[in-house]
T-cell receptor, first 114, second 111 residues
Framework: DAGVIQSPRHEVTEMGQEVTLRCKPI?????LFWYRQTMMRGLELLIY????????DSGMPEDRFSAKMPNASFSTLKIQPSEPRDSAVYFC????????????FGSGTQLSVL | GESVGLHLPTLSVQEGDNSIINCAYS??????FIWYKQESGKGPQFIID?????DKRQGQRVTVLLNKTVKHLSLQIAATQPGDSAVYFC??????????FGTGTQLKVEL
């Protein structure tokens, strides 16, 4: 298996633009997670899905952020409109376990909002 | 909520020495603990995990120790190699079933 695949690896955009981050989890994994990493706040859980259903989105910072998982092999994280403070590395992770255990992370998307 | 911290932001060791990275957690109900390694430009990579019914677990060159009495977790790396240079995170799962990550320790291996 190729592991968790994220795209794009890097995204540079201007404030106010829509940004869409994509993730393909490991085949057979039931859980999918979106994390954000910054120097100031470390790794923060934004939202996670179980069997394509959002379970906990309490970490989503604002209504500007939304996430979907239309099927077991694809998820998106969308920011609209984007702001400079959204600049961070966004990671997608998936897990086979019943709970949030032994997550396998993708390589991340480095987002820069100018 | 869960609070997870590490004792040192940076740890420098000589190649071949053993490394010990420490982590403290706050929730006594935490029952699952995990260590990740993150190299520059990559996502966190699973190293080893341990459940609260154990106090020690060993992997290849790594050992995790859990002291529930003082809510302390450590990662020991034997015979540290240059390839071990990375940021190491502990993460803890508590009653909310969420993994809370620590702030990370930068391990630097000196030749």
């Amino acid at each position: 298996d190729a592991g968790v695949i994220q795209s794009p690896r890097h995204e540079v955009t201007e404030m106010g633009q829509e940004v869409t981050l994509r993730c393909k989890p490991i085949s057979g994994h039931d859980y999918l997670f979106w994390y954000r990493q910054t120097m100031m706040r470390g790794l923060e859980l934004l939202i996670y899905f179980n069997n394509n259903v959002p379970i906990d989105d309490s970490g989503m910072p604002e209504d500007r952020f939304s996430a979907k998982m239309p099927n077991a092999s694809f998820s998106t994280l969308k920011i609209q409109p984007s702001e400079p403070r959204d600049s961070a590395v966004y990671f997608c992770a998936s897990s086979l376990a019943r709970r949030n255990e032994k997550l396998f992370f993708g390589s991340g998307t480095q987002l820069s909002v100018l | 909520g869960e609070s997870v911290g590490l004792h040192l932001p940076t740890l420098s060791v000589q190649e071949g020495d053993n490394s010990i990275i420490n982590c403290a957690y706050s929730n006594s109900a935490s029952d699952y603990f995990i260590w990740y390694k993150q190299e520059s430009g990559k996502g966190p990579q699973f190293i080893i995990d341990i459940r609260s019914n154990m106090d020690k677990r060993q992997g290849q060159r790594v050992t995790v120790l859990l002291n529930k009495t003082v809510k302390h977790l450590s990662l020991q790396i034997a015979a540290t190699q240059p390839g071990d240079s990375a940021v190491y995170f502990c993460a803890v799962t508590g009653g909310g079933n969420k993994l809370t990550f620590g702030t990370g320790t930068q391990l630097k291996v000196e030749l």
